[in-house]
């Protein structure tokens, strides 16, 4: 028999104490429990994401309980701040910056940008030679100038 909603685990209402941590316990508990008896009905999937799915309709039912668990005490005292697990990278020596910026050296001689029209066709025919074809048109125009 399919459950007449989907189960819900909220926490919202929870704080750090022992009591609390219990109640955590005891609401995965009951979440796990009625996920694993709507997973039992074989009309759910798991998404790439470890979400169960209903197949007929694809709305999201909820995590996969074995995946999305609540982290016991036991595994909550093994983290650390972020600035204290990233110190031994900060701590390790930097490469000294060098006085070049990098890129391509400036020219002697830089373009400049401007706007030209042109006939469609020319502009096709010009496009038409391929990657480059700006610098193309800049040699085509030097030459038909005289330069």
Do not use: C
Request: hydrophobic share 30%; proline share 7%.
């Amino acid at each position: 028999m399919k459950p007449s909603k989907w189960p819900s685990f909220v926490t919202r209402d929870l704080g750090d104490t022992a009591k609390d941590s219990e109640e955590m316990d005891r609401r995965w508990a009951k979440y796990k429990q009625e996920m694993n008896a709507l997973i039992a009905t074989g009309e759910f999937h798991l998404d790439e994401d470890s979400w169960w799915v209903e197949t007929a309709t694809g709305e999201l039912v909820g995590p996969d309980p074995e995946v999305e668990r609540p982290m016991t005490d036991e595994e909550l005292n093994t983290l650390r701040p972020v600035d204290e697990a990233q110190r031994p990278l900060a701590n390790k020596r930097q490469p000294a910056k060098s006085a070049s910026k990098g890129g391509r050296p400036k020219s002697a001689n830089p373009k400049v940008s401007t706007t030209l029209r042109l006939d469609p066709d020319l502009l096709s025919a010009l496009r038409a030679t391929g990657k480059g074809w700006q610098s193309r048109a800049n040699e085509l125009l030097r030459k038909g100038m005289g330069l």
